[in-house]
């Protein structure tokens, strides 16, 4: 499977879940506001919420700065939904740079 195929639907989903809980927990945003933020349903923060969704473990700490950052942005609205893609090519780099990534060795 191409790199950005596996992104897209191993990591990506991660990568949302990840913000939306930043939004929820950290800044105490309702689901759909979190929702409306990231582009998503409530049904899918909701998902994220419980770990129905989007469960993959993103532990590497330049991973977790760069989704501390965008949920930062997004709360502060300096970011906007349409600026997530290019801010997840970002991470993906990162982890396709970094060879302990589970992510890099797809």
Do not use: W
Not at 48 to 57: E, Q, T
Not at 82 to 103: H, Q, R, V, Y
């Amino acid at each position: 499977m191409p790199s950005c195929e596996y992104m897209v639907r191993e990591i990506f989903p991660s990568l949302r879940a990840m913000i939306a809980k930043d939004l929820v927990s950290d800044y105490g945003m309702s689901q759909g506001e979190a929702a409306s933020l990231i582009g998503i349903t409530q049904p899918a923060v909701s998902q994220y919420m419980r770990s129905l969704r989007g469960k993959g473990a993103l532990q590497e700490e330049p991973v977790r700065q760069a989704i501390k950052e965008i949920s930062r942005g997004l709360h502060a609205k300096t970011i906007g939904k349409d600026d997530l893609p290019a801010k997840f090519c970002e991470i993906c780099g990162m982890l396709s740079k970094n060879p302990t990534s589970s992510a890099a060795r797809q």
